[in-house]
């Protein structure tokens, strides 16, 4: 029999987000290549209410999609906070990455007001804010720290990828991360946070870029892959 997942997308889901279409489609490719059955499931925002976590629970894996702000920003968040503390299988792109970011500075940091500057412009911490220059349609190189989990799944020391955001970490507020188990471990090419993981965690992975993408030109992202294998892992164990 082939093994069947279930992959919760984090998201408000609207066909006029390119992301959104592209989802799927790299997520059928991958399971493909792997001979499973798989199916994405939806999971808008304004659903992720306090209780949701037995939910939450019944999913291989979380990803928190593109398409910010989000209609229920606390729902994002709680979704995110449920896939790090029960060592849920998670990955977050683009938007993902941005509150990925907010979610560990508020409930990990103890920096309750930690927000992003596009919901809220008058956060005391906006330590997710508008980037110097737009990566709308921008392809970009990334450096990944070796040794990392994101340098293991590439395997090259830099990496060519996609955006689609105008949102970044804010350079005056990076500091608060530092020291943290949330580690940046990719950079663009002037040293811009691009990717963050945490390495005691199963699978926790988030990326600005938006891997995605590639998948609207028939091609398969190796971290899609990697967190299919992942979910795919831990059913066998």
Known sequence: MRPALRIG???????????HVAIPKALA???????????PVWLHTSS????IEEVLHSYDALWCVPGSPYANMDGALRAIRFARENRCLFLGTCGGFQHTVIEYARNVLDHSQADH???????????????????????????????SRIAQIYGVSEIVEDYHCNYGINSKFQH????????????????????IELPEHPFFIATLFQPELAALDGKLSPLITALLAAALKCRID
Do not use: Y
């Open 117 to 147: 500057a596009e919901s809220n412009p008058a956060a005391a911490i906006p330590l997710i804010a508008a980037l110097s220059c737009s990566l709308v349609g921008v392809r970009g190189k990334i450096r990944r720290k070796s040794r």
């Open 48 to 51: 992720l209410r306090p209780g």
């Open 9 to 19: 997308l984090i998201g408000d889901h609207s066909p006029a987000v390119r992301a």
């Open 29 to 39: 490719s991958a399971a493909q290549d792997f001979e499973c059955d798989l199916t």
């Open 176 to 195: 608060l991360l530092n020291g943290s188990e949330l580690q940046i471990t990719g950079q663009d090419e002037a040293g811009s946070p691009r990717v």
